[in-house]
């Protein structure tokens, strides 16, 4: 059983930061891209930032140049870092990673359960 868990949301004014983390666990033997995705209220949810298993990134246009995604290996952890938060990024942050079974050597998708950030004017 693998397992992704979001930590780190919460209430901030507009341009401030905060820092995401999500951290996987469980049979895990190798976690390929590794991605943030959040969903407004009413509206679709859409990645935000992705990362490979070697650390090249990318980014929706909408946060390029604020938003930061990393990633410990050892650790099986992904990170955002978000800074001049705005209020259009309120929605809820779900991280995303393929994940090879140790068990099973089958690669799925997981996602984890989501943490709610809200950014007030």
């Known amino acids: 059983q693998v397992q992704l868990v979001e930590s780190g949301g919460g209430l901030v004014q507009a341009g401030g930061s905060l820092r995401l983390s999500c951290a996987a666990s469980?049979?895990?033997?190798?976690?390929?891209?590794m991605d943030w995705y959040r969903q407004a209220a009413g509206k679709a949810r859409e990645m935000v930032a992705t990362?490979?298993?070697?650390?090249?990134?990318d980014y929706a246009d909408s946060v390029k140049g604020r938003f930061t995604i990393s990633r410990d290996n050892a650790k099986n952890s992904v990170y955002l870092q978000m800074n001049s938060l705005k209020p259009g990024d309120t929605a809820v942050y779900y991280c995303?990673?393929?994940?090879?079974?140790?068990?099973?050597?089958?690669?799925?998708?997981?996602w984890g359960q989501g943490t709610q950030v809200t950014v007030s004017s």
């Open positions: 990362i490979t298993r070697g650390g090249t990134t």
């Open positions: 995303r990673a393929d994940i090879r079974s140790s068990r099973t050597l089958v690669l799925n998708n997981f």
């Open positions: 469980g049979s895990i033997l190798t976690i390929n891209d």
